[in-house]
């Protein structure tokens, strides 16, 4: 049988150390894995210090020659979150799960956003490259649905 090399890569980054830390530390889980689609939740705080999760999918074609297509997602009713319903918080969690054109979460690292207004030409150190995992996006995913609680700290302790 011909394993698909994307296919084995997605399987190779589920092993990855720092990956299964993530999802030994609660930090993320993966809901569901059919190559190509991989559905997963990242665990968040909101603005208000409450811990949540939000639920993505990713379509991982030709996955790591090209970057993923992720969308925050609702598993419930198997589509896009609804827009009241995104994550709210700070400009940069505002901006990475605003509605737009393509509607996939707005970063440099994603296959619709990085061309977008040539955001990966300028955040190359969040652009995507084919030797970055899948930890470097659910990483990234979690540093901003947690930047609530480090925004909420700074306020706390002024």
């Given at each position: 049988m011909i394993?698909?090399?994307s296919a084995a890569r997605v399987e190779a980054d589920f092993q990855d150390s720092d990956f299964v830390s993530g999802l030994e530390t609660g930090r993320w889980r993966v809901i569901a894995y059919t190559f190509p689609t991989l559905d997963f939740a990242i665990s968040a705080t909101e603005p208000d210090g409450s811990h949540s999760e939000y639920g993505f999918r990713a379509e991982l074609s030709n996955y790591p020659g090209q970057s993923p297509t992720v969308r925050i997602w609702?598993?419930?009713?198997n589509q896009p979150l609804a827009i009241d319903r995104r994550p709210k918080g700070g400009q940069r969690v505002?901006?990475?799960f605003q509605h737009w054109g393509s509607d996939t979460?707005?970063?440099p690292w994603e296959r619709m956003t990085g061309p977008h207004n040539n955001n990966a030409a300028n955040y190359p150190h969040l652009a995507w490259r084919p030797e970055r995992r899948l930890t470097f996006i659910?990483?990234?995913?979690y540093g901003i649905l947690n930047s609530n609680a480090r925004a909420r700290c700074v306020r706390t302790a002024a």
């Open positions: 394993v698909d090399p609702d598993h419930k009713v505002l901006i990475t979460v707005y970063r659910f990483e990234d995913l």
